[in-house]
């Protein structure tokens, strides 16, 4: 009490004591409109969030299940894939064994929120600040999103990408189009772009780079390193493979991208199914690289949101009391020995790492000085995590600002589990010798580089049967599911056209290989 | 920011993905509509409801890491008394407590969903059909459906064809040169010009010739003649109205046990339904038999119990009478399907097999005759077979091949579908297949 008396005198005409915006569990577009004022005008002078323009969207459960199956997109080609994913959704919710979520939030701009008809008033505060502002700033302002994304185009996209494949059904029927994008979604995770391509400079960046090479020249240059041995030799073996993998662009990991450019005995149209899958893939590639910040971010918000509306008796004690009910229950993590864990929850990680980086910010300890020398005690909370949110991802933000408070708080611990050990051993626990082995070992647990086995296309056997080789270069001995890799080889090999070969491949020797031939090569 | 409201948008957006995945998984889900209705109560099999089908079929495939062998390492919330190098026996079955679980939450043994009860019933009654299907009677009043059906040549003013008409015309007028108006004036402007001129080459005598021809031509070619009017063709069809009475007959002597009837009621549930799949409306009757018969409400059908002999014809005849009465067999399809345990009055059983030949099975489209027994198997498979009866001798003698009439034994709950899928099969003529 007496700290929002505190902020009171602070900042003067904000926070007299107000009326409430609403009472009772009803609402209406006009309150939804007043209180999207009131958040409005606390995330912009406080927060100085920055975000696109907002489209609301009132929907009922049935389209809730209809937004669920395509992924939350409101318009997306049809495939059976997520007819599947339609009836299990509907079997859960029908069944009572799962509810829906409350909003679905799209990266486009106008950033569109989908808020459900059944929330009460306060659940569409909630939804407001955590969609609207929460998610709505971190697409806007994180990198992944900016480099990969462009939100403003997007749903002409979906659009154009729903009227192509309706369009080629029409033309070459259903079960021909079905059939190359059951290929390439089998794919999917293996057709984005991980690092952006190589742009065309300006003439200005040009000069520079001149300008900055000789100014290295000059100062490193010495004829002494002339003893560098001439690969001239080397190169003449290799010649013929390596302008062969050269001119196809080998090694490339982008297998989709691989396919639509070099598959022998696609049609023009089957490319551009590719392509559509795999543009499809990059656009959602971002999101599946900051489910820890992005929903961190949007729990952040709201949590800040919602308790400056109390603050300022803008939503009633009952309200907020019902806003608690639903937060704690998005931010409970279950223990490794509950029955309900099913993994590290993002909203609980995120939003814990958030409020600790708060804290530090505004109220160190030693030990967190030890640890962030370059925010601990600056003051700026907001500062440090805006730029947390727009220069990070889950890999780089865990591996930057998982404090030792957070580790010992959730009381994280790693386990090394070796096939050829008996047992599985505890490597680190949440003590001063285990904090940075945590740290490191979560961060790679987030790194989706980490979680897609590294899969490139090697090479490829012109001069014979034409053969596709893949390999994976398998990390710490884990080697792929065989029986879903076999189908996806299948796949692939009818896209192909020809045989395709995938080595598993770790220290320079196979371990296993698995093979794949085109039962219905397409042409 | 603005507020969509988006309540009021057509629904159903998922629906085409729905009936793909569905088309996709047909196989599988006959499957498991089959064993589904097996386990269900007939009353609610046409429910829809969920059913599981294998996961490996509509499994989506995608390169991902096995889940044994190699060196994992990876973060757990929540520890209580570990430290540092300490060693745990490694849980029995794969990764144990650390696994994450298959990437989508998706079980891998079986895929479980929710089928409306159309999908169900489709999938249920496929391959199912009803003989003599094409007996479909015309209603007299306000079935009749209007069709355009081409065009003709004589109607009334309303129905003419104005694009049609002018079509024809253009092309007889092109076809017989009939001169253009424009070309018309054309010369009669060259000729005013000539005459104005005070021309004297002679082509004011060439012209005047010409346009006189031309403007003959023109009276005589007109520019919409009789033969070029067309008239839109409306064909009037009556609208066939397929609907049909289905009768129920049932042997409620107390020779019929609960079994029993509880089976026979079985095989109606299943034809109601099926008749209500193929027909717009269908109306059932139940009659009741002991030495007499009569026609009573559902209830009483299945749950009362009435003492007396067994006089099968009297259940016929008073079927006769009702569909004399309420459903003329030209109007109505007529099905029946009689349940007994076979035994009758045996001086009963010619009369009956004499009313069905000459009566019943001239004006039904089917008749099927269920003799349901107890159940119980012992006595069946017992050194003394038993004796056909004598009601089941009498019928088998009546039964032609092109007579719509059938007969099957019901022994057990979970005969009834299969022998209902082999009376309503769908047979067709070996010629055809070929």
């Known amino acids: 009490m007496a700290r929002a008396r505190k902020t009171t005198s602070a900042a003067p005409p904000a926070a007299m004591p107000r009326e409430p915006l609403f009472t009772g569990r009803d609402w209406d577009f006009d309150l939804l409109d007043r209180v999207y004022g009131a958040i409005g005008a606390i995330a912009d002078s406080e927060l100085k969030l920055d975000i696109y323009p907002n489209q609301i969207e009132v929907i009922t459960s049935e389209q809730m299940l209809d937004a669920y199956a395509s992924t939350g997109m409101p318009l997306f080609y049809k495939h059976w894939s997520f007819g599947k994913h339609f009836v299990r959704n509907e079997t859960l919710y029908r069944k009572g064994w799962q509810g829906l979520a409350y909003e679905i939030v799209i990266n486009s701009s106008p950033c569109i929120v989908y808020i459900m008809e059944e929330n009460s008033a306060t659940m569409q505060t909630l939804v407001l600040a955590h969609a609207a502002f929460g998610h709505n700033h971190f697409f806007k302002n994180n990198y992944c999103f900016k480099q990969w994304t462009d939100a403003t185009s997007i749903l002409d996209y979906l659009a154009f990408a729903k009227n192509y494949v309706a369009a080629c059904e029409d033309r070459y029927g259903q079960e021909n189009v079905e059939q190359i994008l059951d290929a390439a979604h089998a794919l999917m995770s293996h057709g984005v772009h991980r690092y952006p391509g190589k742009h065309a400079l300006d003439l200005k960046s040009e000069q520079r780079r001149l300008e900055e090479r000789q100014a290295f020249a000059e100062q490193h240059f010495s004829d002494l390193w002339r003893t560098l041995p001439k690969t001239a030799s080397r190169r003449k073996r290799d010649g013929e493979d390596e302008r062969r993998r050269q001119m196809l662009g080998l090694p490339e990991e982008n297998i989709l991208y691989f396919l639509e450019k070099n598959a022998p005995r696609l049609a023009p149209w089957q490319r551009e199914l590719i392509r559509i899958v795999r543009q499809i893939a990059q656009y959602f590639y971002p999101q599946r690289q900051t489910k820890v910040m992005n929903e961190g971010c949007a729990t952040f918000t709201h949590y800040r949101l919602m308790t400056r509306l109390h603050e300022a008796g803008q939503i009633t004690d009952g309200a907020y009391l019902e806003f608690l009910h639903s937060h704690t229950s998005v931010v409970f993590q279950p223990e490794y020995d509950d029955p309900r864990y099913s993994g590290i929850n993002p909203y609980a990680l995120g939003f814990a790492m958030m409020e600790d980086i708060e804290r530090i910010a505004l109220a160190p300890t030693p030990e967190d000085r030890a640890f962030f020398p370059d925010f601990a005690g600056c003051g700026d909370a907001y500062g440090v995590l805006r730029d947390a949110w727009a220069n990070y991802r889950d890999e780089s933000f865990l591996l930057q600002f998982l404090s030792p408070a957070v580790i010992r708080k959730q009381k994280l611990f790693r386990l090394i589990d070796d096939a050829e050990d008996e047992e599985i051993v505890v490597a680190s626990i949440h003590d001063e010798r285990g904090y940075k082995a945590v740290r490191r070992s979560l961060s790679r647990q987030f790194d989706v580089g980490r979680q897609d086995p590294d899969i490139q296309v090697a090479d490829v056997d012109l001069a014979g049967d034409r053969k596709l080789i893949l390999h994976h270069n398998v990390v710490d001995g884990v080697t792929l599911d065989g029986k879903d890799a076999a189908k996806v080889l299948h796949h692939l090999a009818n896209l192909w056209g020809y045989d395709v070969k995938l080595l598993e491949i770790e220290d320079g020797a196979t371990i296993a290989a698995h093979d794949g031939s085109p039962s219905r090569a397409f042409r | ?434």
């Open chain 2, 1 to 434: 920011m603005h507020i969509i409201d988006r309540r009021r948008d057509p629904g159903g957006k998922s629906l085409a993905n729905r009936q793909r995945f569905m088309r996709r998984a047909r196989a599988l889900v006959k499957q498991a509509v089959r064993e589904a209705s097996g386990a269900r109560k007939i009353r609610e099999i046409d429910g829809g409801g969920a059913v599981t089908i294998p996961a490996d079929d509509v499994h989506e495939p995608s390169f991902h890491a096995g889940r044994d062998g190699g060196m994992r390492d990876y973060v757990l919330p929540g520890n209580k008394k570990f430290v540092a190098g300490d060693r745990i026996q490694r849980p029995k079955q794969g990764q144990g407590s650390g696994s994450e679980g298959s990437p989508d939450g998706e079980g891998e043994d079986g895929f479980r969903f929710v089928l409306s009860r159309d999908e169900f019933l489709d999938l249920f009654l496929e391959d199912l059909e009803l003989p003599n299907l094409a007996k479909r009677q015309v209603l007299g009043d306000a079935v009749e459906k209007r069709h355009p059906a081409g065009f003709r040549t004589s109607g009334s003013p309303a129905s003419l064809s104005v694009g049609r008409t002018m079509r024809r015309s253009l092309s007889r007028r092109i076809a017989l040169k009939r001169p253009n108006p424009a070309e018309l004036d054309k010369m009669r402007r060259e000729l005013g010009d000539l005459e104005r001129d005070g021309d004297t080459s002679g082509r004011i005598a060439v012209l005047k010739a010409e346009i006189e021809r031309q403007e003959r031509r023109a009276r005589v070619i007109p520019f919409i003649d009789p033969v070029d009017l067309r008239y839109r063709r409306i064909e009037v069809t009556p609208e066939p109205i397929a609907r049909a009475a289905m009768f129920c007959l049932m042997d409620v002597s107390a020779s019929m046990d609960e079994h029993m009837k509880d089976l026979a009621k079985r095989f109606f549930s299943l034809l109601y339904l099926f008749l209500t799949r193929r027909y717009r409306q269908v109306e059932i009757v139940f009659i009741r038999h002991t030495h007499e018969a009569k026609e009573v409400d559902e209830e009483t059908f299945f749950h009362s119990r009435e003492s007396g002999g067994t006089v099968i014809s009297s259940a016929l005849i008073e079927m006769a009478k009702i569909v004399k009465q309420r459903f003329p067999a030209d109007q109505w399809n007529i099905y029946a399907a009689q349940a007994s345990d076979g035994d009758n009055l045996s001086s009963d059983n010619a009369r009956s097999v004499a009313l069905l030949r000459e009566t019943i099975l001239p004006m039904s489209q089917y008749y099927a005759y269920l003799q349901v027994g107890r159940g119980d198997f012992d006595r069946e498979d017992g050194v003394f077979a038993r004796q056909e009866t004598t009601l089941w001798r009498a019928y088998q003698e009546l039964v032609r091949p092109n007579l719509p009439m059938a007969m099957r034994k019901v022994n057990d709950r979970r005969d009834i579908y299969p022998v209902f899928r082999e009376l309503f099969e769908r047979r067709d003529e070996p010629a055809e297949a070929r």
